[in-house]
């Protein structure tokens, strides 16, 4: 992508209305623009962070053995009367009337409707196990959307149920959502921690949160530094195990980690004062193991290898899409702008020139501009005819995490300026050698 044909809109000045880094960089950097109280456009540079998001979310989902399908943002109320949610919910639920008079709403979440799917083609236990995800819209009426994207009403998020025949089968279930989930997070350059979360009125403590460590998180957690030690790496992990999945499970839930909701002070003291760490937290995704909460009332049953007809066991598992380019942008920031990571970058590099309309700059600018895409990888030329100075701040601010710096001098020694965002390094070599280096950085990314 040109810079000078692209739709960049960003901002000089900083917004008055957000209070935090993230709101005030996706505004500044022309990512979203909002058209309500927590509702927003995303403008093609934010569209482009939230779909690499929701491609890694997919990979991942589809690699753990769960299938991909969508449901309508927009639901019948009757369902919602079955499970007995559509008056329980309260005013966080946004209701409609069609034409007709009939009662929709907005989905705030998809069990009613999932459970409904499910009992309409699903009667053997021959077809378990099953999970069926999905990537769509939800709506939310929060009654205070802050922090832009972060808490919004209208938000981008993954939710994924299970059936499966028992309990035992439902953990499976749960631990390869658990284990998906940090997969997923690491892809995106962060450090998600499960936490044992409160399970509300359903009972049972089969439910954990992923935090993000930030200061401006919503959630007060508590946790052993141990845990932050962990990662996942390249492991190659067979979904199908149930062993070693759970033994995954088992390594990242054995550290104490908690939010202030199901805080307990005895526990924590017990760990070495070194290790215990406070801090807050960002809650990124949710798993969730609730039995026959919804397949009870709604008839979702199977037939069992012995003809009997029982109720499935269900669980719900939720990303927070949208809120996560929020999050990704917590972590990964400093004073001048966004730092993304690899994996999440909308473009792979920038590519500055130095001295627009030098045909000789042109011309190696273009040249690197080819090599880059031959390589699969997608700059973002700043072809634009400013100063040096505007164009590397407009890099800085919108994060590419690679700039490639090409002026006069620089090609009279045959060289360009490769420079990290991250560590602010600059390293002068070759133009080829600038596109291999960033070939091998992103040879797992794309
Ligand atoms: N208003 C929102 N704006 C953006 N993302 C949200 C919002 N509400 C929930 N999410 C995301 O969707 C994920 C799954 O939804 P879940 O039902 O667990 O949310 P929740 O626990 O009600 O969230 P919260 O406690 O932050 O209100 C959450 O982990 C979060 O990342
Ligand atoms: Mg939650």
Not at 70 to 81: E, F, H, I, N
Not at 143 to 164: A, C, S
């Amino acid at each position: 992508m040109r810079l000078s044909r692209y739709f960049l809109p960003v901002l000089k000045e900083t917004p008055a209305e957000a209070q935090i880094a993230s709101h005030r960089l996706m505004l500044r950097a022309g990512m979203i623009k909002q058209q309500a109280a927590g509702i927003y456009s995303w403008l093609p540079l934010g569209f482009k962070v939230l779909r690499r998001l929701e491609n890694i979310v997919h990979e991942e989902q589809v690699r753990a053995g769960h299938i991909p399908m969508l449901m309508p943002t927009l639901q019948p109320a009757d369902l919602w009367r079955e499970s007995g949610r559509y008056d329980d919910y309260g005013e966080e639920m946004l209701r409609i009337k069609d034409r007709g008079g009939r009662d929709l709403l907005y989905g705030p979440t998809n069990e009613e409707m999932i459970t409904d799917i499910f009992r309409s083609h699903v009667g053997s236990y021959k077809d378990l196990p099953l999970t069926l995800y999905h990537i769509q819209w939800k709506f939310r009426d929060e009654i205070r959307p802050r922090f832009g994207v972060m808490r919004g009403r209208e938000f981008f998020m993954k939710d994924g149920y299970n059936f499966d025949l028992d309990y035992e089968n439902a953990m499976h279930a749960y631990n390869r959502h658990m284990v998906s989930y940090l997969r997923t997070y690491e892809r995106m350059g962060l450090q998600a921690i499960p936490m044992r979360a409160d399970s509300g009125p359903i009972g049972g403590d089969d439910t954990h949160e992923f935090l993000v460590l930030a200061e401006t998180g919503e959630s007060e957690v508590f946790y052993d530094s141990e845990i932050t030690g962990l990662k996942l790496g390249d492991r190659e992990i067979d979904y199908d195990n149930w062993d070693e999945v759970a033994g995954i499970c088992t390594e990242w839930t054995t550290p104490y980690a908690r939010t202030d909701e199901t805080h307990d002070e005895a526990l924590f003291d017990a760990i070495p004062e070194e290790r215990r760490k406070t801090s807050r937290g960002i809650e990124v995704g949710q798993i969730f193991y609730f039995g026959t909460k919804y397949s009870e009332p709604m008839g979702a049953v199977v037939t069992t290898d012995t003809g009997e007809r029982v109720p499935v066991h269900m669980g719900s598992h939720g990303i927070g899409v949208s809120r996560l380019v929020g999050a990704i942008i917590e972590a990964n920031h400093d004073e001048n702008g966004i730092i993304w990571p690899e994996g999440v970058t909308p473009f792979h590099a920038g590519i500055v020139n130095l001295r627009q309309g030098d045909a000789e700059t042109d011309a190696a600018c273009e040249r690197l501009y080819a090599a880059l895409e031959a390589e699969g990888l997608e700059p973002l030329y700043d072809d634009r005819e400013e100063r040096a100075g505007a164009k590397f701040a407009t890099m800085d601010l919108i994060g590419l995490p690679w700039r490639i710096t090409v002026g006069p001098r620089g090609l009279k020694n045959g060289v360009v300026e490769l420079t990290s965002r991250r560590t602010g390094e600059s390293e002068e070599l070759a133009p080829e050698l600038a596109v291999a280096r960033l070939r091998d950085i992103y040879a797992g990314h794309i």
